[in-house]
């Protein structure tokens, strides 16, 4: 099974190679025990996420499915900055973790209005 977003949100990880911890969101206290191929829905070679320990695969809760929200921890400041509206997919929501265990967005979701926000239309002659 494949899950995720997309490399257009988290682009690091093609461009150098890097790894990024991850959790399922709504099953983090139950045991990672089955293999998933982590990857999103464009279509490019870079849209498949590393795998863990020299695998191609990473360990999610078996019950682990279609809607389920996966966090990719410690991906740090520049990935906000990295991401794009690559083939038209709005750039994702960000969160942060408070010191008291807090999640608070930090960036919204762009919505279709925001990927043709700055589009001008040449007048006709």
Do not use: K
Not at 56 to 70: C, E, K, L, M, N
Not at 77 to 95: D, G, I, K, V
Not at 105 to 115: F, G, I, K, M, S
């Amino acid at each position: 099974m494949c899950i995720s977003d997309s490399f257009n949100a988290l682009l690091e990880h093609t461009n150098y190679a890097w790894y990024y911890r991850t959790v399922v969101a709504s099953r983090a206290g139950e045991q990672a025990d089955a293999e998933f191929r982590l990857a999103g829905p464009l279509c490019d070679g870079g849209d498949v996420f590393a795998g863990d320990a020299d695998s191609p695969y990473r360990r999610f809760p078996a019950a682990t499915g279609v809607g389920d929200v996966i966090a990719f921890l410690d991906a740090g400041a520049y990935t906000l900055e990295m991401m794009s509206p690559y083939n038209a997919r709005p750039t994702a929501a960000a969160f942060a973790v408070t010191a008291a265990g807090r999640l608070v967005p930090v960036r919204r979701r762009d919505t279709a209005e925001d990927l043709a926000a700055h589009d001008v239309v040449p007048a006709g002659d």
